[in-house]
Each structure stands twice: as structure tokens, then as C-alpha cells.
């Protein structure tokens, strides 16, 4: 199986502050790499596919880059609807694998 | 607009069966592979399943292999999870989601809640 691990698991922040959150794969995933948002009590919400593409009706403040093993998530000034937790997901092979979470909360 | 609505979760007990359905509008069901994903109570994403447009194919995450059958029904626009021999450690709330063509979850329904307890 191959391994997601997310860096932080907690990131405290003020609303303007750019947050950057790294994903690492244990094995090469090219760039088959998903981006994805969750509130309390909500669903997860797609923000970024394929490493950097960025889904329909997302914010810009959003990017995604990196590929094989190493990926991050950036918000370049942070909004109060951004507090929430962040996952990352591996779909280069079943079996797919989301990492643990990054959870950004209010300084 | 795109809708995934799940249901038939609710309180099991070990070793009992569930269904669980998620009826899917606001896209072309038959294009689209279908997935299920769960996650625990405070606890983060799992992959559970995912069953193809044709329904031909099937994948398993290796925790609910041989318990779990995904399947679909293209005449009514839903995708199924028979839950059998269930276990404390499949408490969680159960999403289900479209796969888009180019691979990734892109709509998830709100889920619907499985708990296993005597």
C-alpha cells in the first residue's frame, strides 16, 4: 500500500497568513495527487486534482504543486471559511489512500 | 446540480448485515465510476470501494474484503454497499462519491451514519 503522511497535523493561523501543508507519498505517485477540504459535520469538497489543477468554483487562493513523492498545499492568505480540516489522496493504484489530516485552526 | 444522497445507515450488531444506498441526479450516472469512503467518529478518510460506470469491475480496500459487496443499478441511478459480518470497527460515517474520468472523487453525498454495537 502506499503511505500518505501529512506535515502538520495542527497549524494554528490568523486570517491573511499563508499556510503551506506537505503531503509525502512512501512511493512515487507521478502526480495522481487530490486536494481535499472538510468542515465539521460536512462532506469533504474537492479543491485541487492532479497535483495543481485547481477544481471548478475554487477560490484561487488555492494552489497545489509538487509531484512523485513530495506535494504541498498553499493558501496564499487565509480566510475564515478556510478554517477546517485538509486531507490529502493518492489514486495512482487501488488501494487509494488518504493521508491522516491537517486540521487549521484560528490563532 | 449534482446530488448524492445516501441512506440506510443506523445502529447494528456485531456480526448483523446493512445496505446502504446513495442515489446519485445532476449527472450522467453511466459515465461515472462510484466510490465509497468512511470515516470514523473523530478519525480521518478511509477508501472503502469503488464499483465501475458498467459495473463490471470492483475494488476493495483489504479491511472490508470478502465482507463488503459494492454494486449499481444504472436504471435507477444508485450504487449499493451490502455491509455483512460487521464489526465494532466499522463504525463510521459512510460517503459515497463519483469518480470523475480523470480519476479523482469530485461530489460526495452528506453520508450516512453505520454503528456497530450491542
Known amino acids: 500500500d502506499i503511505q500518505m503522511t501529512q506535515s502538520p497535523s495542527t497549524l494554528s493561523a490568523s486570517v491573511g497568513d499563508r499556510v503551506t501543508i506537505t503531503c509525502r507519498a512512501s512511493?512515487?505517485?507521478?502526480?495522481?495527487l487530490a486536494w481535499y477540504q472538510q468542515k465539521p459535520g460536512k462532506a469533504p469538497k474537492l479543491l485541487i486534482y492532479?497535483?495543481?489543477s485547481l477544481e471548478s468554483g475554487v477560490p484561487s487562493r488555492f494552489s497545489g504543486s509538487g509531484s512523485g513523492t513530495e506535494f504541498t498545499l498553499t493558501i496564499s492568505s487565509l480566510q475564515p471559511d478556510d478554517f477546517a480540516t485538509y486531507y490529502c489522496?493518492?489514486?495512482?493504484?487501488?488501494?487509494?489512500?488518504f493521508g491522516q489530516g491537517t486540521k487549521v485552526e484560528i490563532k | 446540480e449534482v446530488q448524492l444522497v445516501g441512506s440506510g445507515g443506523g445502529l447494528i450488531q456485531p456480526g448483523g448485515s446493512l445496505r446502504l444506498s446513495c442515489a446519485a441526479s445532476g449527472f450522467t450516472f453511466t459515465s461515472y465510476a462510484m466510490s465509497w469512503v468512511r470515516q470514523a467518529p473523530g478519525k480521518g478518510l478511509e477508501w472503502v470501494s469503488t464499483i465501475s460506470d458498467s459495473g463490471g469491475s470492483t475494488y476493495y480496500a483489504d479491511s472490508v474484503k470478502g465482507r463488503f459487496t459494492i454494486s449499481r443499478d444504472n436504471s435507477k441511478n444508485t450504487v449499493y454497499l451490502q455491509m455483512n459480518s460487521l464489526r465494532a470497527e466499522d463504525t463510521a460515517i459512510y460517503y459515497c462519491?463519483?469518480?470523475?474520468?480523470?480519476?479523482?472523487?469530485?461530489?460526495w453525498g452528506q453520508g450516512t451514519l453505520v454503528t456497530v454495537s450491542s
Open positions: 512511493q512515487s505517485i507521478s502526480s495522481w
Open positions: 462519491a463519483n469518480k470523475s474520468p480523470l480519476e479523482f472523487l469530485q461530489h
Open positions: 489522496q493518492q489514486y495512482k493504484t487501488y488501494l487509494w489512500t
Open positions: 492532479k497535483a495543481s
